[in-house]
């Protein structure tokens, strides 16, 4: 012990180090506990099942993750053009929204069909994997801005990394995460006097996201502004704009028709965000601190004091500050097709702001309430980066009671009215949409007797029975709190068992999630074996005179 104390006391910053190679170490396990067998890490994706979604054909022969009862999230489109990525195909055009629009953004799905050498189940790995590896190159490139040395750096660095648009980045596979790497390389590049290599750099990143294009305002001239310094920035800034423009021509070219330009991403200033402000507030007055409205302002109020950090201090000298700049005013104008839903978009698409936020925003110990606030939807990353549910239940006891000698399992399926099953690190469940069914399976050669431990909970207050057959076994209250259910001396019989779930309100569709109606849900669910028992006697026969 002595020896670990005399070691930090020689190298203070030693801890530091441990904390942040802690939180990589985090970010590794959490990325893991997505990947599922036979799939990989296609779940990241956010492929849905809706039947009006149609699929590219090289996808017939992949085994991916599909989201149940969902229309799914924007990267299943990139994902599937990563597959395809000249274009040219019919069914890609078929399987898109609007093709157009998306192709736009072709950088990152040209990185994953290279990545994937252009085999269809590799190129899905690909585009699954690299907001990962994105993210760990940035957490190595913000040492930059953020080394190991003190407690603020630690904070910031870890902000901005668990910030809710870089994690939302990185669970569904969007080019959030990846861009910000590429405006970060940017602006080192900058600072180094490498101004045409940051031109560069910044253009490239353009055919990842076209707002990735604000960040040139660091190629402004910073405290010079003579003819020769504004002559030599627009030509840079010409530079980072030239890739873009080029690939909007060709798309243009070739399918005869402008990209759609989503009139409704834009509205006129903080029209949409104050709307955001007044839906959540009545989200909360209404529904409590569920974990939607919840989540929804802290991020709220995140976005908030970093675009009064950014406006309120100016330091046009600052690169990192004008780049905040030019993304606080796109948030002013985003619309209510980027703010609206759970999560929404706004937090991701501004979010070089909170990278911006994290390097301008004064050191000091009056300043820590700030910081604090401005990091406050780091928060969320453990409910943003949830893995995707993979069992619905657990088996427990004795292991010769539950298990035969062949290795079957008592086994529970959820046929019907159940959705996908959900998981948080801690916790998994099942939302079902009314009256829902279990049936529990005995591969045992007689009766074995268990206990069944569980979890109700309900957005509303309803109430909830169990029946075993025609007998309630349990009935009680719901409501957003929980009840703990516990049914003793359960009789499982050899094959199938039925239980039905009866509720006595129909569903409802939550906030933030208008696609889904749903009842209550089975969390935690537990089969724990008791004892072997012994088989009903036959019925007696015909009595013999």
């Not at 203070?12 to 970010?27: C, D, M, N, S, T």
């Not at 999560?343 to 994290?358: C, D, E, Q, S």
């Not at 009056?366 to 993979?390: E, I, K």
């Amino acid at each position: 012990m002595e020896r670990f104390k005399l070691f930090f006391r020689r190298r203070p910053h030693a801890l530091y180090w441990l904390a942040y190679g802690a939180v990589v170490g985090f970010f590794v396990w959490t990325a893991a506990q997505f990947y599922l067998p036979g799939k990989g890490f296609t779940s990241l994706i956010l492929f849905g099942d809706k039947l009006e979604l149609r699929r590219i054909k090289e996808l017939k022969t992949v085994n991916y993750y599909v989201e149940e009862d969902s229309y799914g999230y924007d990267g299943q489109y990139y994902a599937q053009i990563a597959v395809k990525p000249l274009l040219l195909s019919r069914d890609l055009r078929a399987a898109m929204d609007n093709l157009p629009y998306r192709a736009r953004r072709i950088l990152f799905c040209w990185t994953a069909y290279g990545l994937g050498l252009g085999r269809p189940a590799w190129v899905l790995q690909a585009y699954a994997l690299q907001n990962i590896l994105a993210w760990l190159l940035l957490a190595w490139l913000l040492l930059r801005w953020f080394p190991p040395t003190n407690l603020s750096n630690l904070v910031r660095w870890a902000g901005a990394m668990f910030a809710w648009g870089m994690t939302m980045s990185v669970r569904e596979a969007l080019m959030d995460g990846p861009s910000l790497l590429l405006i970060a390389w940017g602006v080192a590049l900058a600072e180094k006097g490498r101004l045409w290599s940051s031109a560069c750099v910044l253009g490239i990143s353009g055919l990842g996201r076209e707002t990735n294009l604000l960040s040139s305002l660091s190629l402004a001239p910073g405290r010079e502004w003579n003819w020769r310094a504004v002559w030599g920035a627009a030509g840079r800034i010409v530079v980072a704009m030239a890739p873009l423009g080029i690939w909007v021509l060709c798309l243009w070219h070739v399918y005869g028709e402008p990209s759609n330009p989503g009139l409704r991403n834009f509205a006129a200033p903080f029209e949409a965000y104050v709307g955001k402000w007044y839906e959540t507030l009545q989200d909360l007055r209404t529904n409590g601190w569920d974990f939607v409205p919840k989540w929804t302002l802290v991020m709220l109020i995140s976005l908030t004091v970093q675009f009064l950090v950014i406006l309120l201090r100016p330091q046009w000298s600052s690169l990192w500050w004008r780049i905040g700049a030019a993304y606080a005013v796109l948030m002013i104008f985003l619309g209510d097709a980027v703010w609206e839903g759970y999560p929404g978009a706004a937090a991701r698409v501004v979010v070089p702001l909170t990278l911006a936020f994290n390097v301008v925003v004064p050191r000091g110990r009056w300043w820590w309430p700030v910081l604090l606030l401005g990091n406050l939807s780091a928060l969320s990353a453990v409910d943003q980066l949830r893995p995707p549910g993979q069992e619905s239940y657990l088996v427990g006891g004795p292991r010769k009671v539950w298990m035969t000698p062949a290795r079957e399992s008592i086994k529970v399926e959820f046929p019907g009215n159940w959705y996908q099953t959900e998981k948080s690190h801690f916790e998994y469940w099942r939302w079902s949409r009314g009256p829902a069914e279990i049936v529990i399976h005995n591969p045992q050669g007689f009766p074995v007797e268990v206990t069944l431990q569980f979890d109700l909970r309900a957005f509303d207050e309803r109430t909830v029975r169990l029946l075993q057959g025609t007998a309630v076994r349990w009935e009680g209250r719901v409501n957003r709190s929980g009840t703990t259910v516990r049914v003793l001396q359960v009789r499982l019989e050899p094959g199938d068992n039925p239980w039905r779930f009866e509720t006595d309100k129909p569903p409802i569709m939550p906030e933030g999630d208008t696609l889904r109606p749903v009842t209550f849900n089975l969390r935690n669910f537990v089969v724990q074996a008791v004892r072997k028992l012994e088989a009903d006697p036959p019925p007696p026969g015909p009595a013999h005179p």
